[in-house]
């Protein structure tokens, strides 16, 4: 599949930051995801 | 203040953001925005439940609401907003209907539950700020992670992914910025509700308010276009 790429781009400072912050929340989303998890198999408790 | 002013001022938020939301769904129709103004409803009643635990003290009904709408459905009914936002309206329907049944049976296992307030205390709970150890019933505190895998998984996924999805074609730079922030404050409670097990005082309380905080401003933020001179064309190769 061709990629997707754009002639347009965000001014500087969002250029920079946008890929670092949805990694962050990538992994943000996968850590909670797991904590959900072990609370549900009662690994740890739940609220 | 941290038990009364701080989930006070969560729950005036979110009523206020609901307002909006509301307000927002009457001009222009949106399933979506029904789910998140319903959503931010249930987290503003789990907020004003913490602040009247906090200033008057222990009561069966507000514990009940505050589990209910607080520990439970909030995440999940604010995510069934992004399902219509992102995924095909048959698929958005289905998924409703099962959040709803869901929904409906644990309203009535929580109204239904034992509960016992001394068991606040204890397990790094110091009984100051609510906790669902309270619940004695069997099977009742084992349901909310089921819906707050969904509320995470739509919510903060879906809100991730649209972020994504607008930067990588560069274009409403508002809406991008907007949902990394309603995807961040969409954590912040979790995380709270993560350090609050680890017995920070706290913690819950101050991650639903920031979180409420980051939810609004980004609503504010997707919703204002930030006008063309934001996106600036490249160099032509």
Request: net charge positive; glycine share 12%; with cysteine.
């Amino acid at each position: 599949m061709a990629k997707v790429k754009s002639h347009r781009q965000y001014p500087p400072l969002y250029e920079k930051v946008f890929p670092v912050v949805l990694g962050i929340l990538g992994v943000v989303i996968v850590t909670l995801l797991i904590i959900t998890i072990a609370v549900a198999l009662r690994l740890v408790g739940a609220a | 203040m941290l038990n009364t002013l701080v989930p006070l001022a969560s729950s005036v938020i979110s009523f206020t953001f609901a307002y909006f939301v509301f307000k927002r769904y009457l001009e222009r129709k949106g399933t979506y925005l029904l789910f998140w103004g319903l959503g931010m409803l249930f987290y503003g009643i789990g907020g004003f439940c913490e602040f009247y635990y906090g200033a008057f003290g222990w009561k069966a009904l507000v514990f009940r609401l505050w589990y209910l709408f607080g520990a439970i459905l909030v995440a999940a009914w604010l995510g069934q907003g992004t399902v219509y936002l992102l995924a095909k309206e048959k698929w958005a329907k289905v998924l409703t209907v099962i959040l709803v049944l869901g929904s409906l049976y644990a309203t009535y296992r929580i109204f239904s539950a034992q509960l016992d307030s001394g068991l606040m205390i204890g397990s790094g709970h110091t009984g100051r700020e609510l906790s669902g150890h309270a619940i004695v019933t069997d099977g009742v505190r084992v349901l909310t992670p089921f819906f707050n895998l969904y509320g995470t998984f739509t919510l903060v996924g879906g809100a991730a992914y649209s972020a994504f999805i607008f930067w990588r074609k560069r274009v409403l730079l508002h809406r991008a910025l907007g949902n990394i922030l309603i995807a961040t404050g969409a954590t912040l409670p979790a995380f709270g509700g993560l350090f609050s097990r680890l017995q920070v005082p706290g913690a819950l309380y101050l991650g639903e308010f920031f979180g409420v905080i980051l939810l609004f401003l980004g609503f504010l933020r997707a919703t204002t276009p930030m006008g063309e001179t934001a996106l600036a064309a490249a160099p032509a190769d």
